[in-house]
T-cell receptor
């Protein structure tokens, strides 16, 4: 099973770049790494997904080393509205979408 | 376009009762998954349905059941409610049931069992 490990919490000042690293030592060959953001009392929201090297969209960047045993979500110049829980997801083996959300990383952006 | 819609948004039940939660996926999405999120924890997978068939089941007791209708909407049923069933129940839809498909979540149903 591809289990993920990420920091429980992080604090950052507004305007700074935030990097959240997730380890997934047993990721399967065909699996992608996906990150979601969740605000209180809302469902998770897709942020970014990648397989290897670097992926960038309008919200974040995702860095994945060659061995794919970890990945780093990078949020540029965070604002107070980025305060949320961030989840790193890797599918459970056996197909389909039996994804496991860990506790996630609670990011607190400070003014 | 409408996102994933769930009803009701909030629900209060007492122990032993039964509850039905409903989910309408994004138009065109044929896969629906259900998750339970207890306060302070990440969502836990309960069921996945695709084309009206169960494609996956998480580690939940038989008190939990679900089904998907021809229009791809879905219901989650929980019988004999326990205090520990109090949680945010999330529905997610996707185009296909593949493992790397992007999931689109609704805002959830907050269930309180007294």
């Amino acid at each position: 099973l591809a289990k993920t490990t990420q920091p429980i919490s992080m604090d950052s000042y507004e305007g700074q770049e935030v990097n959240i690293t997730c380890s997934h030592n047993n990721i399967a060959t065909n699996d992608y790494i996906t990150w979601y953001q969740q605000f209180p009392s809302q469902g998770p929201r897709f942020i970014i997904q990648g397989y290897k090297t670097k992926v960038t969209n309008e919200v974040a960047s995702l860095f994945i080393p060659a061995d794919r045993k970890s990945s780093t979500l990078s949020l540029p110049r965070v604002s107070l509205s980025d305060t949320a829980v961030y989840y790193c997801l890797v599918p459970i083996s056996g197909g389909y979408q039996k994804v496991t959300f860990g506790i996630g990383t609670k990011l607190q952006v400070i003014p | 376009d409408a996102g994933v819609t769930q009803s009701p948004t909030h629900l209060i039940k007492t122990r032993g009762q039964h509850v039905t939660l409903r989910c309408s996926p994004i138009s065109g999405h044929k896969s629906v998954s259900w998750y339970q999120q207890v306060l302070g924890q990440g969502p836990q997978f309960i069921f996945q349905y695709y084309e009206k068939e169960e494609r996956g089941r998480g580690n939940f007791p038989d008190r939990f059941s679900a089904r998907q209708f021809p229009n791809y909407s879905s219901e989650l049923n929980v019988n004999a409610l326990l205090l520990g069933d109090s949680a945010l129940y999330l529905c997610a839809s996707s185009l296909a049931p593949d493992t790397n498909e992007k999931l689109f979540f609704g805002s959830g149903t907050q269930l309180s069992v007294l």
